[in-house]
């Protein structure tokens, strides 16, 4: 996640309250709260989801183009914002450039394999669109698994089957 500690460059400083530092991090702090609608064990932060946060906003990207759970996603950010005192902070929608797998928080990697999705392995994105590289099943650890779906239950992920314990779960599709 990046975070902006400046004001935007366009408020001439000394006409403009001071933006401390401080307020930056705790709206960062609030958003690590927010959990993903489809998958509350990680949050929205945890996902890579938050792109950046300044004084007046919060960039984010959904993690598929079209991803159902966006305006969730946004609500729940907003409902948050707003209760800690922060109704002045926008949320921006932004596309380009695309979600990776790889803004995927080694926090939020662990918290998904709890919750019985596989994550792709970090910098796999682009090499692996297909997933071919067979994904190692949360429940067992075991690597003897196959793509059953590429249609999982929600768009980000594909359906998987491990070998070894006959266990189905969703792996997210690396991109």
Known sequence: MLVSKTPNPLVIPDRAPRIRN???DLIA???????????????????GIVRDIRADSVAITPTYTG???????????????????????????TLSP????????????EKLRAYGIAPPPRGSGSSSLKNETPAECPRCGSTQTE???????TPCKALWRCRACAEPFDRFKCH
């Not at 996603?73 to 921006?92: K, P, W």
């Open 98 to 109: 695309p979600w990776s797998t790889d803004w995927i928080s080694d926090d939020g990697r």
């Open 147 to 153: 793509e059953i779906s590429r249609f999982g239950s």
């Open 29 to 47: 702090e609030i958003l690590r709260d927010v959990p993903d609608p489809e998958i509350p064990a990680v949050s929205v932060v945890d996902l």
């Open 22 to 24: 401080d307020e930056i």
């Open 67 to 93: 991803c159902p759970a966006t305006i969730a996603i946004e609500q729940s950010i907003r409902h948050a914002l707003d209760a800690a005192g922060f109704a002045h902070v926008r949320i921006e929608t």
